[in-house]
């Protein structure tokens, strides 16, 4: 039984440590002071506050001041920082994951400014260690539940990606392995701006009161057509925008993520701004409004024609209205 150990406690690294758990691992979930908001309800009340399962108790959670207890004799070190905060988590935990161990990343986005993936990010900071990126919907409420979900992780050598996906493996987190970690990363951006874009089409039939499935259906298939193009250019594979890394993830973001939401308060009517402000002051991070700019800057800096992520860029940086996103499909 490998050891592993989660750092960072947000939903995402929550919920993979409750898998890990549940399927008799030998895990531990570490926050940071940047997890101080929740490490409070994570350490004596036993629960995430955005996840309905409650953390087993024979789930360590260690604190800010537990690093070297959390890091001892790793094989596996789970990297769960948002993609705003991966560098520093990466930054933190150097010193303390040993040399032989596996980098896992579960952080989804480009960072921002540099447009790094994250597996470039977590490379960099904890260098010398492989580093698995994991891609495909895992939302984490279903996730921390146990309902069935469905991964891909990207590693460019088969033998770390092969031994971590072994370890996370279960019933009911189904796991396949590719050497595509730019296609799987990518994906994990674009998503993010496309379901934007659905959001607001959402939004927009909601005020019209109508279902309109004919666009949104098309919407869709756009997205991840711009995807796989995106992908293509920088170097990534076209056939992962077709698998769990990108229209799977597409799916599960447009049906019910937080890019979704925000859109949707745009399309009914919402100023991007203060929808962004007021979903932040609940505590809610919304990965495709710091994505759209990396994305448009992709765009500019490949030649690429990607009419539905420059109609969300459109609507979120320049003023444009919400039914730019339907003409994107003319």
Not at 9 to 15: C, L, S, V
Not at 90 to 97: M, T, W
Not at 128 to 135: F, K
């Amino acid at each position: 039984m490998a050891r592993i150990t989660v750092f960072g406690a947000g939903a995402a690294g929550t919920a993979h440590a409750i898998h890990l758990a549940r399927k008799g691992e030998d895990v531990s979930l570490w926050g940071s002071e940047f997890d101080a908001r929740v490490l409070p309800d994570l350490q004596e009340r036993r629960n995430h506050p955005a996840l309905p399962e409650r953390i087993p108790s024979e789930l360590p959670v260690l604190g800010p001041d537990e690093l070297a207890e959390a890091a001892k004799d790793i094989s596996f070190a789970v990297l769960a920082a948002n993609s705003s905060g991966a560098r520093s988590l990466g930054r933190l935990v150097s010193g303390a994951i040993p040399s032989d161990a596996v980098l896992v990343s579960v952080t989804k986005g480009l960072e921002d400014g540099t447009r790094r993936r994250m597996s470039e990010v977590y490379g960099e900071e904890v260098p010398g260690r492989p580093v698995v990126a994991v891609g495909g919907p895992a939302l984490a409420p279903e996730l921390s539940e146990g309902f069935l979900t469905a991964v891909v992780f990207a590693c460019p050598d088969g033998d770390p990606c092969g031994r971590a996906a072994e370890a996370f493996r279960s019933e009911r987190y189904l796991v396949e392995t590719t050497d595509d970690v730019i296609g799987v990363e990518v994906c994990a951006t674009a998503k993010n701006v496309a379901a934007i874009g659905a959001g607001i089409l959402e939004g927009i039939a909601q005020s019209r009161q109508r279902d309109m499935k004919n666009a949104r259906s098309a919407l869709f298939a756009q997205a991840v057509h711009e995807i796989a193009d995106l992908v293509h250019a920088l170097g990534g594979r076209r056939e992962t925008a077709l698998g769990r890394a990108g229209m799977g993830d597409l799916m599960v973001t447009s049906i019910g993520g937080r890019n979704r939401l925000y859109g949707e308060a745009i399309g009914l009517g919402g100023e991007p701004g203060h929808v962004l402000d007021d979903m932040k002051g609940r505590g809610m991070t919304v990965e495709g409004a710091e994505a759209v700019d990396d994305v448009h800057a992709l765009v500019l800096e490949h030649g690429l024609d990607l009419p539905l992520h420059e109609a969300v860029y459109g609507v979120l940086q320049e003023g444009r209205p919400a039914t730019t996103v339907l003409e994107a499909m003319r």
